[in-house]
């Protein structure tokens, strides 16, 4: 740890631009007239609104109106819910959408020339990325946020492994689904309509499986979405309108339970994935050397 004292505007243009050349995202914080070089090379300069002057303010990328450093630090970590949710929300509609294909793709070669109807895809589609979608983007704040180092500036929005988790959450969803036709198939039960149930179900339980904070209240309007969607799932199957719309099938009882039971995988599976490969924060940079002058 490094502290500078007294130091002059020059030198403070230097310890940001040390600060920079380092790799490092610089929020930079001041109140006077000497501060207004450094507030502007920063990444994010931040002025006092209160006791501030008119140059710090117009300076700055920030103007706290209350003064309080406190509110840096609740706007960086609002900042980084949001972040993750975006992050979380692409995981589980790319990982849906990669199921579906493959489900198109594979179903042929397992004796299923047409697996899914356009009018299901659609439906699935609208249940799946409608309410739940949205209500991922309500996700509270993960607990250890803020223990995180900040990620570099150039890192894509899906990086950090986000693609090789995307697609095996897909191929899961879409072996899950293409086991449930084929052995649909070969029992003499719809086929297609069991296709239909599981695929929707097996994502929505990715999508429970995402939650920031399992097992608590936190975010119940993703829970209230979730039955919802599944209701309606459901509802394509039993509800003559709907089936005749969808060209679906009536399941008996038993086959409704083992779709249910398979959907639960989905959602196991997101929890032992998150488990085993956190997505650890990427190593702190060192920091740099004394500034020149």
Known sequence: ??????????????????????????????????DGP???????????????????RQAADLVLADDNLATVVAAVEEGRRV???????????????????????????????????????????LLTHGLPGVAL?????APDV??????????????????PRLLAMGALVAGVTLVAGVWARETGRPWQSMMFLVLGATQLGVALGSRARPGSLANPFLLLAVATALALQAA??????????????????????????????????????????PGRPPRARSAPGPAPG
């Open 1 to 34: 740890l490094r502290v500078y004292a007294r130091t002059t505007p020059d030198q403070k243009l230097d310890i940001v631009q040390a600060w920079r050349a380092s790799g490092h995202v610089v929020a930079m914080t001041g109140d006077g007239v000497n």
């Open 38 to 56: 450094a507030l502007r090379r920063a990444d994010i300069g931040v002025a006092m609104g209160q006791r501030g002057t008119e140059v710090a």
């Open 83 to 125: 972040y993750a949710n975006v992050r979380r929300f692409l995981l589980y509609a790319l990982a849906g959408g990669t199921a579906e294909i493959l489900v198109m793709l594979l179903g042929p070669f397992l004796g299923m020339p047409l697996p899914l109807l356009p009018a299901q895809i659609l439906w699935i589609n």
């Open 137 to 141: 983007g309500a996700e509270p704040v």
């Open 146 to 163: 803020m223990r995180h180092p900040p990620r570099p500036p150039d890192e894509s929005v899906l990086g950090a492994g986000l693609w």
């Open 236 to 277: 394509g199957i039993y509800l003559p309108p709907l089936r005749a719309l969808l060209g679906t099938e009536s399941l008996p009882p038993v086959d409704l339970a083992i779709a249910c039971a398979l959907s639960g995988l989905g959602h196991v599976a997101m929890r032992v994935h998150r488990r085993l490969f």
